[in-house]
């Protein structure tokens, strides 16, 4: 049986899972994911755009779903699966399991309202991946994810002038994305200009970033999510201004007053940045596949309205008069 979180669930989402999979996203490497309080965010907030947890329950094994909503816009991002109990044979697969609750979770995004579905499954899940395939779900990037691999990092003397972003670097940042990535990528995120902006709200992870160059033309720009578990950089520049890579993620760091992890998201048209960024101290610590699903979306219509509308009334077959014939 596949239905929504109830209380009776969050037990077993205290106990350690027997196979889990973590889709990583910025916010989700910022802080690290407890799914038992996950789904009690999602009861409290009724399990809808904003955080969504779905169950499936079989003869003693169950398995879970989690999906994270991304503020202000109708979309979220499949972050967790897991399974629970023995395995047995006459059960399902794991594999089967998450098939089946992905299916539910695209209707519930439907009726909920959300135009798309993210996942980032990790490049070495093929299984995973397949299924993803099979549901509707396309690849459109990839990405690959580097862990700062110590305090010991290349600190060197030279930092990129950046400035704090501002409200009016919001169209220039959203020239600078347009610029430097694929339009199959642009297609997928679906991004505006006000999509770009912090917009600041109660909670444990911390949004900053910075620009550089002048308001109309910036050539870098750096963004930085704080949580209680790491820090997580992402960053778009010029293919001219790749050589102040190194510069800009200098001042970045420069920021952090903490010794928590550093990551760094990369994606495959940005990798002419891999060697400068690997010099620097990172270290690859993850691949991942980006997918993305548009769900339909059902539109509510009174009973009523199809009958009153005109030209939709039935059409008679009026028959023909022969005419007479003349003898």
């Not at 409200?167 to 999509?195: C, F, M, S």
């Amino acid at each position: 049986m596949i239905r929504s979180v109830a209380p009776a669930d969050l037990w077993s989402l205290r106990r350690k899972p027997r196979h889990q999979v973590l889709l990583f996203t910025e916010h989700l490497l910022a802080q690290s994911h407890r799914p038992a309080w996950f789904a009690l965010r999602c009861m409290l907030q009724g399990n809808g755009r904003d955080m969504s947890t779905v169950t499936y329950q079989e003869r003693g094994g169950n398995a879970v779903l989690q999906a994270s909503g991304r503020r202000g816009r109708p979309e979220q991002d499949i972050v967790y699966l897991a399974t629970n109990g023995p395995r047995m044979a006459r059960l399902p697969s794991d594999y089967e399991l998450w098939y089946r609750l992905l299916e539910r979770i695209c209707v519930h995004a439907g009726y909920h309202q959300i135009q798309r579905l993210y996942a980032a499954p990790p490049a070495h899940f093929g299984e995973l991946r397949e299924i993803f395939r099979q549901i509707g779900f396309q690849a459109y990037a990839h990405a690959t994810i580097l862990q700062l691999s110590g305090p010991d990092w290349n600190q060197g003397t030279s930092l990129a002038p950046m400035r704090v972003q501002s409200r009016r670097d919001h169209w220039a940042i959203h020239k600078l994305y347009g610029a430097t990535t694929p339009p199959a990528v642009q297609q997928a995120e679906v991004r505006n200009a006000r999509n770009w902006a912090l917009a600041q709200r109660w909670s444990s992870v911390r949004v900053r970033a910075w620009v550089l160059g002048p308001d109309d033309d910036l050539a870098a720009y750096l963004r930085m999510v704080s949580g209680p578990a790491a820090h997580v950089f992402s960053l778009l520049i010029r293919p001219d201004a790749r050589n102040l890579a190194v510069d800009v993620l200098r001042f970045g760091l420069a920021q952090l007053i903490d010794n928590r992890p550093v990551y760094l998201l990369l994606r495959e048209y940005q990798g002419e940045l891999l060697v400068p960024v690997e010099g620097l101290g990172f270290e690859v610590f993850d691949e991942q596949t980006l997918l993305v699903k548009h769900t339909v979306i059902p539109v509510r219509r009174p009973l009523l309205v199809p009958s009153l509308e005109p030209g939709l009334e039935a059409q008679m077959p009026v028959p023909r008069i022969a005419a007479p014939r003349e003898d």
